[in-house]
């Protein structure tokens, strides 16, 4: 978890001692970092790898977060994935291409929080004591445990000890705030007497000082210090050095505002350990538990974001690449505090990402559990035992596992489910047994793609089903069933092969006008004429939050038309996703002078042009992109192998996240002329929300932007596989908020500033991609 500060010194001698070790060392190649959960080892860890990316002498740098219960396959799949190489091939097939790539190269391998031995040459990685020639080869390990550093055979050991008093201090001011630690010469004593009793641990000094960062009266930093100090009281009956610390960060937890806050942060832990999970699915996830209940489903949303900042906030939750995940630490911690401090290890069953510890993968649930949790175990044949007639379980998750056959899950003897995932499986036919559930309130069945059939009409019990997700299954409704599920408010049936013609959708948007707080569909509609989008357009009357448009046979596409002011569109669509029209040359917005609003799409936030293969331009005529789509915030091209350009992006108020690949005929994204014939004003204030752009596998592109056009708020840019000789910004303007730069190293040595500068202050944040 990257909490720590660059501030914090007293580790630099610790980050040395393994750069030196790693270049220099001929006869230590295991290399492990120690010690105990929070003390800043991932830190360290990352430390190490962007200063490794950087020393030309390594040829291959790669980190893997391995968490608790990974397997070497599951470390394989993460190396070549990291290395860009195949990984649609067999176990051994990816052993051999990892040791045939790693072999004559100078690698490490950095292996993040190890909890058991992995077999290095089973993962196809070469044996680090037997370099060949010139080759360096390096694996470095974090754990906690002793006897991973006796079983993976390291010679040499760094332990992350805590920091000294100084450094807490420092790091403590740093999150509460100095404002907040100054404004009163009590809280500066109480301050330093929380510092003494989180006993210098990296992580309970940030987690406590952001939950304290808001505190301005003397009598709650006073609470504060009683608490953490008869938390050290209770750490004296446990030997386990996690729930000494979780006494500890449970302040954290207990200064949440409300008991929803907690609920929702305490549910996070039913993913992996560092699992990055989606804002969309775990919002989703919680309006799925009752966690969030808005009478609007964009204000769910909303409520649901505000938590998320929240919680990441005050270091509960860490962002990452745009998602969200938890610190193991505060992992373990969460889940401590659901099963009643450790006194009920039943209540919440969940063994996520790994193989179970049961024999046969089987599964006993006992009548206090309420929720079990077995995603990601990867195991073919899970089943799950009842050991009481009597059974409180309301959560299941069974997602991302390989289940085939639901009858050895038992469901009928878990009657008070309310909570059912079984998404990312291999089901090939409806589980009847569902349809007993009758106290069902959320059901995703998205991802099984063999899941054919025509659902049955005893469906229609579930008349307490809210949340209904079918994404990615090729299912279809008999009539009358949907309108039966009165309760309904959500149903996702994008990317839904089976709905190909107009009547097909009439007669499930009949059944759905039937449901009094029907709110939100997902939907695809493909296999038609240009005409046959029109009249659908035109007779859409419900809902449609998330819509995808496919195989529309007309040379030009027209939104304009297409939308016609239609309020059940315009209203609700938040995502667009425009995709395999082969046919269609322009996409066309066109304003009429009768309607202005014709074509305003305004909680549209995502849109994509995937493989568009003849789209040649999208144009615009009196109407502006600003106007159209004044709250986008993602758009991406992916395959539009005719487009030339894409200037009228600049246009786009909120703009966050471009993204344009395999687009092989754009030789520059934005031109200066194009924009003024339109009509934009041309300043440096552009793209002032620009904070993610990537461009790869465009054959053609030379140039992003001409030097008028700047991205002040650029954060993150990737170039892979392109021709790009500049970067889009100079010496003089580069964004302040600029964090890494990712792309092909060829490519990096050759690329220059916009004013041909000197880059060289840009060489610590850059990345290279294989």
Sequence with gaps: MEFLDKTVTSKSSNLESALHCIKNDMHNNIIGIGGKGGAGKTYLLKQINNELIKDPRFEVVVFITCSKGISEERIQKKIIGNLHLSNNISYIERQQTIYHFLKERSFVILLDDLWCCVDLKTIGIPNPMKAVGTCKRKVVLTTRLIKVFEQMKVKKRIEVDVLNWDDALCLFKKKVTEEIINSDPLIQKYAEDVVKELGGLPLALIIIGRAMHDKLDPREWEQAVKLLKQARLNDLQFSDENRSVFHVLKFSYDNLKTNTLRQCFLHCSLWPENYEIQKDDLVKFWMGLGLIDEPKIQEAYDVGYCYIKTLQTICLLEMCDGAIKMHDVIHDMALWIANNQGEDANKWIVQVGMKTRRPNNEIDVSGDTEILSLMKIHACKVSIFATCSSTKL??????????????????????????????????????????????????????????????????????????????????????KVLSNMK????????????????????????????????????????????????????KVSVPIRWLKLRNCDGKTLSFSSFFLGNSHLQSNLISIDISYMHDVKFVKFEGIKKNPNVCYLGELETLSFDDMFDMKEVIWKRLNPKDVFPKLQFLRFWNCIELTSISWVVDLPCIRELYVARCDNIKQLIRVHELKNSGVKVSPHLFPFLKTMSVEYNSKLKRISDPTITFPALEFLTVFHCKLKKLPFNSSNIPKKLKLISGDEEWWNNVEMEDGGNKSSLQPIFEKLW
Aim: with cysteine.
């Design 394 to 479: 309301s959560t299941l998750l069974l997602n991302k596992n390989y289940i085939e056959d639901s009858k050895t899950l038992q469901l009928e003897l878990f009657p008070k489910l309310t909570f059912l995932d079984l998404s990312s499986n291999d089901l090939e036919s409806f589980p009847i047994e569902i349809c007993k559930l009758v106290h069902l309130r959320f059901l995703n069945l998205s991802n099984n793609i063999h899941l054919n059939s025509l659902l049955p009409e005893e469906l229609g019990a579930l008349t307490n089903l809210k949340y209904l997700f079918l994404q990615y299954t090729e299912c279809t409704f008999p009539r």
């Design 487 to 538: 309760a309904l408010r959500v149903l996702d049936l994008r990317y839904y092969s089976m709905v190909e013609s107009l009547q097909t959708f009439l007669g499930l948007q009949e059944d759905l006008q039937c449901l009094p707080d029907f709110k939100a569909l997902g939907f695809s509609f493909s296999n038609s004429s240009t005409h046959d989008f029109q009249e659908f357009s035109q």
